[in-house]
């Protein structure tokens, strides 16, 4: 009865997980939420009244399915930042960036068409070219992430049409591409014949080190999509991302947003640039950074006091994820289990591996719960840790 | 390079020529927009900062796929008038209904797969199910709407998943789909194999005649699934429709909008129903009643002042449209070029046909232009017609 793309589908494990964790006594380390006291509601409150009252023929009007010209022309002048030369008809506004996945899904992928992801990556990557029916051809990461060679090396053993990354802050490890190899990167596209997608959600959330340019900053040859958010920035219930990419590619993403849902909110849209134009996007970055930072150190010391010796993480740079590896043969979703039952929750690791593995790694986020309930959380999960392992060993 | 689904896709002409006729001085009955002085600006300007006041952390941080549960649990029991029994568990919210023939065209539909479709049909409609590739079969229709025996020879004649309609004031053609045929056709549905998707944006735009209630009403035999939106009754800048179905069904379509947009944005969602539980929707949905007759009513009044004799037009007892009909071996596209020099725009009815045809139709809307536009604007298109049609004659 249904269709090949959703047949299998069985949902997104994360969210149904979250489900299961959302009462109230849970300490949940599990989603990618930012932080509540990190929404800068009070402005919103006010900007969202002014934008209907001075324009509410346009907010309440159809819109473009482009987008609104001038948040368009906002973003192409904000990436400068990050060294992306764009104008607002380089850049697509879409209803968060993971439906820039989708309409690049859309775009490329017949079924059986191959897809280079690193690994692990993004879930609901992994889910958006499932129902697209894509292969996966695996690329492999270290500490710097995706490694040239081994992207080399995958897109001449096989036929891809894309390659999907998230290169800063990395979901779930939390790693970030290094300087050199963003560069050198860019510079093999086209020999390869692949067009790449920069999944970039997290790269304002730097909380040490230096800032590195987009790899869309090195795309000479004009292959990389770049996708961007609102989401962990400002607010993800408004839901307004953008993809700034060949002008080639943007058209048929164009037409693939026409026939899904015409166009983003015109009042999510308005609000964000408004929020953009007040200049208040700079300031609140830095505070949303300042609290994150905070967070991830706090976590970091805290993983050092009550992690066992047998367990290793990231210290990654900024974004919202530390990932944590457990000895080989444990099985991290049997410890989610024992976890719940002390009232503290992750995601188990296994389910951002896109052909398995990963089954002794977890996740942890930092930006969600506040620093009592992180101290609180941690304690908990290094008890449950330490008795699980113990248990594991007596075996 | 790009995937089957989108290689030939064209975009929507429909909106490339709006693009056209976007000139200030140019009095367009080609779009399907609402009029500006029909959307509720203060009530919502008040709403939207109290939600974000009010309600901060919900409607900032991230929602969950299935909708804001209010607005589910309000559309659920609203839905009654119209004869469909529903729990908000059947309700999936989503950005505007046109995402949900989207989500129905990837929840149903491999390439090849049969789609029974009206003729002529919802342009969008036709678009979507192109990048699902889909194959149409045709549906014969009269003044009363589709034709069951025509839907059981087409269905019996070929494979079919799914037959899409527009049953109330369609789109393109202003008809209405009479109550023994909206019983007749959910009774046949299980034995012909079909899910039926009753596509209803107009419905609560009625001018005159009696209420029916939806084919949903009938669905006995749970196979169809019913679209609704709050773009023509409140606003289609905010981007809010819903789908009532099986909950199998449903339950697929939640994965497809996870995997594309997550949810719909928080705000839009937690306007509307703030707006309607306020009980303003039903004063409103009147207040638009009355407006739009009023322009209805002027326009048929105005049609037969001013077009020629040769052409014929429906009377819709509601929704937006107009559908008339030119001699045969008139182009109405050839038409459509000297309208605009004009100044005058409509949509030539031929891409309302999946398979061809219709080249001497036309579609008018009624709502969107003022009274004093509406009269100016047909004045214009009767001259252009009789110019046209006296040209072609001497040819």
Not at 175 to 189: C, D, V
Not at 291 to 315: H, I, N, S
Request: charged residues 20%; proline residues 6%.
């Amino acid at each position: 009865m249904f269709s090949r793309a959703v047949a299998n589908a069985t949902g997104n494990v994360i969210r149904e997980i979250l489900k299961l964790t959302q009462q109230p006594d849970v300490i949940s380390f599990a989603g990618g939420l930012p932080s509540p006291d990190a929404f800068p509601g009070e402005e919103l409150q006010e900007i969202a009244a002014q934008i209907i009252g001075k324009y509410k023929n346009e907010v309440l009007q159809y819109g473009t399915s482009e987008g609104y010209l001038p948040l368009r022309q906002f973003v192409a002048g904000w990436v400068k930042e990050k060294g992306i030369e764009a104008e607002a008809a380089d850049v697509l506004i879409i209803s968060g960036s993971q439906q820039g996945i989708d309409l690049l899904g859309k775009t490329f992928i017949n079924p059986g068409d191959g897809i280079l992801l690193e690994n692990p990556t993004y879930l609901a990557a992994i889910q958006i070219f499932n129902v697209y029916q894509g292969k996966f051809n695996l690329v492999n990461t270290d500490e710097q992430g995706l490694i040239p060679a081994s992207l080399r090396a995958a897109a001449e053993k096989s036929t891809n049409k894309l390659v999907y990354l998230v290169p800063t802050f990395q979901n779930p490890t939390g790693t970030t591409l290094s300087l050199a190899r963003r560069r050198e990167i860019a510079g093999m596209l086209e020999e390869l014949g692949l067009v790449l997608v920069e999944d970039d959600p997290y790269g304002d959330l730097r909380y040490s080190g230096d800032p590195l340019p987009a790899i869309k900053a090195y795309d000479q040859q004009n292959r990389v999509v770049y996708l961007g958010s609102f989401s962990k920035i400002i607010s993800p219930g408004l839901r307004v991302g953008f993809a700034i990419g060949p002008r080639e590619i943007l058209g048929k993403m164009v037409i693939g947003k026409q026939t899904t849902d015409v166009h983003t909110s015109n009042l999510s849209q308005m609000i964000i640039y408004e929020f953009c134009r007040q200049g208040l996007l700079t300031p609140h970055i830095a505070s949303v950074r300042e609290k994150y930072g905070r967070k991830r150190d706090l976590m970091l010391e805290l993983l050092d006091k009550y992690f066992p010796e047998e367990v290793t993480w990231t210290k990654p740079e900024g974004g919202l994820f530390i990932w944590a590896e457990l000895p080989q043969g444990v099985s991290s979703t049997e410890l989610l289990q024992e976890a719940v039952k002390e009232k503290v929750a992750f995601i188990p690791g296994d389910c951002f591996f896109p052909a398995g593995g990963g089954e002794n790694t977890i996740r942890l986020n930092f930006s969600n719960a506040s620093p009592e309930e992180i101290e609180t959380g941690i304690s908990r999960l290094g008890k449950v840790m330490k008795k699980y392992l113990t248990c594991i060993q007596k075996k």
